[in-house]
């Protein structure tokens, strides 16, 4: 299951492929150009956060089971997602990309990417530090820190986060945002938690973090990931 490109693990993907997972290229390539970049729904409107288990909260549920679009967007993504993985490495055609004409099904897969990386893209063992380096007020140190952070991280993690830098930045040129409305902070709202996961109870020997803990996590990878998008070009 870690060679999968849905639940699976960055280093073994890329131990078999040294590039960027094809289906996250593709989906990427699919995002970045209208109508998709355009669409005024990307990220924000459940897609693959419920594709597994559905939300605790009744309210959340009867709200998206009245969205008439839901049902066939989480339809889709499981099974695209299945094709993908049966596929290994999601290749080209495991995906029918030209037949899609939902792009929060594409969104969603995107997310559901990194949702379930494992590890996650910033690693587990970086998780401190990189926390850490949220609290740095000196400009200087917070980027050398940074850089040296992403020096630590694994080739294939490298590659993967720039690859949703620049399609996060693509998405927030003047041309895309006034149409899709995204910006910066909701960006790192949706994807901060994604890339930054502490350890939970029964994830290893380091779980020392807590499902208390998860707002101000949270809030560390939000901060985390705009930081990133406003600093990108040092």
């Not at 897609?47 to 605790?56: A, L, M, W």
């Amino acid at each position: 299951s870690a060679a999968k490109p849905f639940g699976g693990d960055l280093s073994v993907l890329y131990a078999l492929a040294p590039e960027l997972p094809r289906v996250l290229e593709l989906c990427g390539a699919y995002l970045e150009r209208a109508p998709a970049a355009h669409d005024g729904g990307l990220f924000r409107t459940p897609s693959s956060r419920y594709v597994d288990f559905p939300p605790h909260d009744r309210g959340v549920l009867e709200a998206l089971r009245a969205n008439p679009a839901y049902a066939a967007r989480v339809a889709a993504i499981r099974r695209y997602r299945k094709a993908s993985n049966a596929k290994m490495r999601g290749t080209a055609s495991a995906i029918p990309w030209a037949a899609i004409s939902d792009p929060l099904v594409v969104a969603g897969l995107y997310k559901l990417f990194f949702r379930q990386l494992e590890p996650p893209l910033l690693t587990y063992a970086l998780f401190d530090k990189w926390a850490q380096a949220q609290h740095q007020d000196n400009e200087l140190a917070y980027v050398v820190t940074m850089r040296s952070l992403f020096g630590a991280l694994p080739r294939a993690n490298q590659q993967v986060l720039l690859h949703a830098l620049h399609l996060f930045r693509t998405l927030l040129k003047p041309r895309n945002a006034r149409k899709n409305g995204l910006t910066r902070k909701i960006l790192a709202h949706e994807f901060g938690p994604l890339f930054l996961r502490p350890l939970r109870v029964g994830q290893g020997a380091r779980a020392r973090y807590r499902d208390r803990d998860a707002m101000t996590t949270d809030a560390v990878a939000v901060t985390l990931l705009e930081r990133m998008l406003t600093k990108y070009d040092h």
